[in-house]
Nanobody
């Protein structure tokens, strides 16, 4: 059982930056691909970014490509999401998730954090 705890959310003005962190309890963290998803009010949860177990491959949703960067530190059992040039439409609850296979489908992710709120004001 992998427990994930997100942090780093908050209120930021449009054009600003935030860095989300997700700490995993599992010592075998490096065995899991990690992803970030978000869910805005009234909308379905959507894929944002994913990173392979060894960190050598990443993928992004078109809506955040060039603005967000996913990274991981397997020595700290932590995955990060650096968010720059934030827009009001980025406002959502952000979730990190762990999967045994790398991909963008939420169904592939077996473990989820509780989420952290990101609010971008205009």
């Amino acid at each position: 059982q992998v427990q994930l705890v997100e942090s780093g959310g908050g209120l930021v003005q449009a054009g600003g930056s935030l860095r989300l962190s997700c700490a995993a309890s599992e010592r075998t963290f490096s065995r899991y691909a990690m992803g970030w998803f978000r869910q805005a009010p009234g909308k379905e949860r959507e894929f944002i970014a994913a990173i392979m177990q060894n960190g050598r491959s990443t993928s992004y949703a078109d809506s955040v490509k060039g603005r967000f960067t996913i990274s991981r530190d397997n020595t700290k059992n932590t995955v990060y999401l650096q968010m720059n040039s934030l827009k009001p439409e980025d406002t959502a609850v952000y979730y990190c998730a762990a999967a045994t296979s790398y991909g963008s489908s939420s169904g592939a992710y077996a473990y989820w954090g509780q989420g952290t709120q990101v609010t971008v004001s205009s």
